[in-house]
């Protein structure tokens, strides 16, 4: 593995990135028993005319694997399929390295940037394959290219790492390994940004299976749409390709050829019961011993419907490794006291989250009456102080943590204390007051009347498996209750919350976790500083002017925000560590001065479990999304004992 220089991995490209093919440790090469039965049935070509000419070696982390094995996880709902991206679909041109010091080369062979960040070349392994057989080729970046990233009409939207100063950068296709990616402005994020969890959508779209869906390349896709429940081919592809959202990339997409280690075989979608993912004949991978990874046979996924079902199945013994969903404060002692019977330990998890929750109102709700008073600041900073935090602190989170708004961690040079501390003092007589400035009036039972003469009542949606936040709930609504207001919560399965929440704009309310609270991470996503995507769900209408303005949900936002966006594109074109500080310094303030959304507390460390049978984990790692836990500690080398 390479690690850059910390100055390079801030930077992105303070001076000329390299990143160089790495040699490969071992010519004899060996694969699994069940692959050699394949092989020598004829049913596989031989294993050296699978691999790459220069496989990537990667170190185990403990010591050199054993074949065979399932690796026992669960996805909890319906609509939590982006915890693939944590387990088994995190292959992206580069990856995030093991301590999140850096980047390192995975999919891409070679990875090189000029010194003013605008010219990115980068080469790709010679005889590398999809899941398929077929070949992997410069031909898959410019289809992707070519049909979801420019193609109008499929209209997917995303990918900003890919544009600078709000124009796709060029693509220039060199030879069947090699390409560059052209800005018209420095890009010093660009490395970062295509390690991110799901950004990298290069590695994710096969020509020679995506192209029958697609009508510049099949005369028939709109016959074929329709023979797949489709009104016309545009539709019929976004589904085929997935982009749309994590779950459509994932459901019934065993028949899609993939990079990953694992195949699926079983897509989540195809059975309500499990999802099952085989190990990929044509992984590109190798270990020091030039063992063919990965080491495990089969990922099975039990399809649970709550995270009470996947707590009891974890006592059991009947999951390997998680942490999602599972590992709350109040669930510790619980699964402390079970390691014995169910066969497993802990790992911990540093943390990297803004807030362990974060209440985030709809400032483009569609109602226009809410949608004034939402944007109210004094509103909203009203209402954090009708929190009593340390209360909520000590009841749900067993006394870890302390009161703090979404923000950087002290010991950060970002940390901006304003953003961390404002309006966190318990004061119920404050808050009544400053909401009296606000929406006097009230009903015959207390609560709040709002411009209209209608009673306020807010309703926060949850996803359900999020059982912190339910928890949590439970003691805050009773907090805005005591100020006039008419709290409730509405819980729901993840996939309803997406289409309600992520994708909509009539909910009121919600409650999220995620975000950064330091460094690179906070640059990469600054969701609660400045909405620059969807992941910014207090301000959907704005997040989309400022990807696509054109989009007929767009929204030009306030001046305030839109110089917080103007910030953030002068963070994405800055090339050295020293100015990136300096520049996302100034969004962070400008976060604190328009209080975009409130929470509770900066998360203490967590923790997960893993069998004690499961080898080459790595014990303390990062708790991110973006670094998606556990992926860059290279689960293919997973084994076990």
């Avoid at 990875?111 to 080729?137: C, N, Q």
């Avoid at 699926?264 to 085989?278: D, Q």
């Avoid at 609660?528 to 997040?543: C, H, K, L, S």
């Avoid at 305030?560 to 910030?567: F, N």
Wanted: charged share 25%; proline share 6%.
């Amino acid at each position: 593995m390479i690690k850059l220089k910390r100055r390079a991995f801030l930077a992105g490209t303070s001076a000329a990135l390299i990143l160089p093919a790495l040699p490969v440790f071992a010519a004899d090469f060996k694969e699994a028993d069940v692959l050699k039965t394949k092989v020598s049935s004829g049913a596989l070509p031989g294993l050296k005319e699978r691999l790459p000419e220069n496989p990537l070696v990667v170190k185990p982390v403990e010591s050199v694997g054993k074949y065979g094995g399932d690796w026992n996880m669960a996805l909890v709902g319906g609509g939590s399929l982006s915890m693939l991206f944590r387990y088994q679909a995190y292959e992206p041109l580069l990856r995030y390295t093991p301590d999140w010091s850096g980047v390192t080369l995975n999919v891409a062979e070679s990875f090189e940037g000029d010194a003013d960040s605008k010219v990115y070349t980068i080469r790709l392994r010679k005889g590398m394959k999809w899941s398929d057989g077929h070949p992997y080729t410069t031909a898959d970046i410019k289809f992707w290219y070519d049909t979801v990233f420019t193609d109008k009409r499929v209209a997917f939207v995303g990918q900003d790492h890919w544009k600078s100063g709000g124009k796709p950068a060029k693509l220039e296709i060199v030879d069947e390994q090699t390409f560059k990616v052209i800005f018209d402005k420095p890009n010093g994020l660009f490395p970062l940004q295509v390690a991110w969890a799901n950004n990298d959508q290069t590695t994710r779209t096969p020509k020679h299976y995506l192209e029958q869906f697609h009508i510049d390349f099949n005369p028939k896709a709109d016959e074929l749409a329709k023979q797949r429940g489709f009104e016309s081919w545009i539709a019929s592809f976004q589904a085929a390709a997935g982009f749309q959202d994590d779950n459509a990339f994932f459901l019934n997409s065993s028949k899609k050829p993939c990079v990953h280690a694992w195949m699926f075989t079983i897509a989540p979608g195809e059975n309500t019961e499990r999802a099952v993912a085989e190990r990929n004949p044509y992984y590109w991978k190798v270990d020091t011993e030039g063992n063919q990874l990965p080491y495990m046979d089969r990922i099975v996924y039990q399809m649970v419907a709550d995270p009470q079902v996947l707590l009891l199945k974890a006592m059991q013994g009947e999951v390997d490794l998680m942490d999602q969903y599972i590992a709350t404060p109040n669930n510790k002692s619980v699964l402390y006291d079970a390691r014995e019977q169910g066969g497993y330990d802990f790992y911990t998890l540093t943390s990297t989250e803004a807030n362990v929750m974060n209440f985030i109102f709809n400032l483009n709700h569609n109602d226009e009456t809410k949608r004034k008073l939402f944007r109210n600041k004094d509103f909203r900073a009203a209402l954090s102080t009708a929190l009593d935090r340390q209360s909520l602190i000590d009841a749900v989170l067993v006394g870890q943590g302390a009161p703090a708004q979404p923000s950087i961690k002290k010991e950060d040079p970002l940390y901006n204390e304003q953003l961390a501390t404002q309006f966190t003092a318990y004061d119920v007589d404050k808050a009544n007051a400053m909401l009296d400035q606000i929406v006097p009036k009230r009903d015959d039972q207390n609560f709040r009347l709002d411009e209209k003469g209608r009673r306020l009542t807010i309703i926060f949606e949850i996803d359900q498996a999020r059982a912190v936040f339910l928890d949590l709930f439970q003691l805050v609504i009773p907090m805005f209750q005591a100020v006039g207001i008419d709290a409730q919560m509405r819980s729901m399965d993840r996939s309803l919350w997406e289409t309600r929440v992520r994708q909509g704009r009539d909910f009121d309310a919600t409650a999220h976790q995620f975000g950064a609270n330091g460094g690179v991470a906070a640059m990469l996503d600054p969701r609660y500083y400045v909405p620059t995507d969807a992941n910014a769900m207090y301000a959907p209408a704005w997040q989309l002017w400022y990807r696509d303005r054109a989009n007929a949900n767009a929204e030009e936002p306030p001046e305030s925000t839109k110089s917080q966006l103007a910030l953030y594109d002068k963070l994405k074109a800055t090339s050295d560590a020293s100015g990136q500080r300096e520049v996302m310094k100034q969004i962070l303030q400008g976060a604190a001065d328009n209080f975009y959304v409130f929470g509770i507390s900066l998360p203490p460390d967590g923790y997960g479990i893993v069998k004690n049978n499961m080898k080459n984990i790595t014990k303390i790692m990062p708790n991110s999304f973006g670094w998606p836990t556990p992926a860059p500690t290279m689960p293919e080398q997973f084994y076990k004992a």
